[in-house]
């Protein structure tokens, strides 16, 4: 299995109050991913990166912010949680994308154990 | 943009028989990869099978296969000899080979009855 872990693994917090998740890899890929998981939505990408301090928006950024200072961490942050962010957060990794001998080489994304949060 | 569709929400089969999960997707891009992940109740999300967009030959896996229609934009996963332990959320994903983002679909859950 992939060297992939997130902490806290569960997390009760009120409306209002800072959250921080955090995602840790050993595998020295590029790309770390984090989704959130609900009922009737699958996976829905909120922020990626694609190298130290390179970071981009997903599908559904709105409250939440990402850091990656170093290559094996990236950190989600809701600044000011709400209870329509209860939820259940996957981080991922995967290594590049690219071409080789004219054809596509690709390793798939590996997933976290996730992340329970609940705010009230 | 791309999406992922998969219009099954529950299906449940019996043990040993086979069952088929459809997932459409939608696209202009030529070249991307197709995935199907399966998430037990452990909530671990593990790749069952993955599929070149390039490659016509559908991808195998053991008691797990998939249906690949290009230019239909189809790729539906077969599970023959269905065991218990396949019972999970299983998940269709799509991916472009620009860019390094997936989409996934909202998931079928499959519940293998003894």
């Known amino acids: 299995d992939a060297g992939i872990t997130q902490s806290p693994r569960h997390k009760v917090t009120e409306t209002g109050t800072p959250v921080t998740l955090r995602c840790h890899q050993t595998?020295?890929?590029?790309?770390m991913y984090w989704y959130r998981q609900d009922p009737g939505h699958g996976l829905r990408l909120i922020h990626y990166?694609?190298?130290?301090?390179?970071?981009d928006k997903g599908e559904v950024s709105d409250g939440y912010s990402v850091s990656r200072s170093k290559t094996e961490d990236f950190l989600l942050t809701l600044e000011s949680a709400t209870s329509s962010q209860t939820s259940v957060y996957f981080c991922?990794?995967?290594?590049?994308?690219?071409?080789?001998?004219?054809?596509?080489?690709?390793?798939?994304?590996?997933f976290g154990p996730g992340t329970r949060l609940t705010v009230l | 943009a791309q999406t992922v569709t998969q219009s099954q929400p529950e299906m449940s089969v019996q043990e040993a028989e086979t069952v088929t999960l459809s997932c459409t997707y939608d696209?202009?891009?030529?070249?991307?990869?197709l995935f199907w992940y399966k998430q037990p109740p452990s909530r671990q999300m593990i790749l069952v099978i993955r599929?070149?967009?390039?490659?016509?030959q559908n991808a195998t896996e053991n008691r797990f296969s998939v249906n690949f229609q290009k230019a239909a934009k189809s790729f539906s996963l077969k599970i023959s000899d269905s065991q218990l332990g396949d019972t999970a959320m299983y998940f269709c994903?799509?991916?472009?080979?620009?860019?390094?983002?997936?989409?996934f679909g909202t998931g079928t859950s499959l519940t293998v009855i003894p």
């Open positions: 991922a990794i995967s290594e590049s994308m690219g071409l080789a001998g004219g054809h596509s080489s690709y390793n798939e994304q590996f």
């Open positions: 595998e020295n890929h590029r790309y």
């Open positions: 990166s694609y190298g130290v301090k390179d970071t």
């Open positions: 696209t202009s891009e030529n070249n991307y990869y």
């Open positions: 599929q070149e967009a390039y490659k016509q």
């Open positions: 994903a799509f991916a472009l080979l620009t860019g390094n983002q997936f989409y």
